[in-house]
């Protein structure tokens, strides 16, 4: 079993709606969780970091964390067509500085 | 501020080449990572180095080696390339800051897409 669960779609939604990623993992020291976006042919960029718990919100994209489930979420409100990129979730504990998880992405297109 | 650079961007190899892949940082981080991206795999750590002149092996390092001669450049290797290593290689760089501010985070290269026939 794999330390991080992505569903890797693909999720086609159309302009304007709210879109709900998620992975789970099983590691219960993660502390870090991050959100990166990959638009095709391109390199993952970071899109929202969280430390422990709780919720981040940044313009249109919320990331939230529910450690007692072992689950992450990304919300992107109001979504664009510039949206549609793969997303990727990403983890580390607080003992490994250079060790981080990575889910294998969710691809998501938002229809105009 | 180029951030993660990668050369080249795209290269076909024959089964048994040999070929050096490139990445440059000039963020000063002190940790480098080789990753390859495959469908439906996802990133996969092939190598990592924690500072100038140390490496250490990832995931898969089978079939790569790698060196970091200066801190702003590490170098992933393939000595006899076979159609297995048919990928997308990413390089990533971090820092060493324990704060939750979000700058230990990794930064990611374009990408170098190999093809091995």
């Known amino acids: 079993q794999k330390e991080v669960e992505q569903d890797p779609g693909p999720l086609s939604v159309p302009e304007g709606a709210i879109v709900s990623l998620n992975c789970t993992y099983s590691?219960?020291?993660?502390?870090?969780f991050m959100w990166y976006r990959q638009y095709s042919r391109k390199g993952p960029e970071l899109l929202m970091y969280?430390?422990?718990?709780g919720n981040k919100e940044d313009g249109r994209f919320t990331a939230q964390v529910d450690k007692s489930s072992k689950y992450i979420s990304l919300f992107i409100r109001d979504s664009q067509p510039s949206d549609s990129a793969t997303y990727l979730c990403a983890m580390r504990t607080i003992y490994n500085f250079n060790k981080f998880y990575f889910g294998s992405g969710t691809k998501l297109n938002v229809k105009p | 501020n180029a951030g993660v650079t990668q050369t080249p961007k795209f290269r076909v190899l024959k089964t048994g080449q040999s070929m050096t892949l490139l990445c440059a940082q000039d963020?000063?981080?002190?940790?480098m990572y080789w990753y390859r991206q495959d469908p439906g795999m996802g990133l996969r750590l092939i190598h990592y180095?924690?500072?100038?002149?140390?490496?250490a092996k990832g995931e898969v390092p089978d079939g790569y080696n790698v060196s970091r001669l200066k801190k702003q450049n590490f170098l992933l290797g393939l000595e006899s390339a076979a159609p297995s290593q048919t990928s997308v290689y990413f390089c990533?760089?971090?820092?060493?800051?324990?704060?939750?501010?979000?700058?230990?985070?990794?930064?990611f290269g374009p990408g170098t897409r190999l093809t091995v026939l």
């Open positions: 590691n219960s020291a993660f502390q870090y």
């Open positions: 963020m000063n981080h002190e940790y």
């Open positions: 969280t430390y422990s718990s």
């Open positions: 180095s924690v500072g100038e002149g140390t490496t």
């Open positions: 990533a760089s971090s820092s060493t800051s324990s704060g939750t501010s979000g700058t230990d985070t990794q930064y």
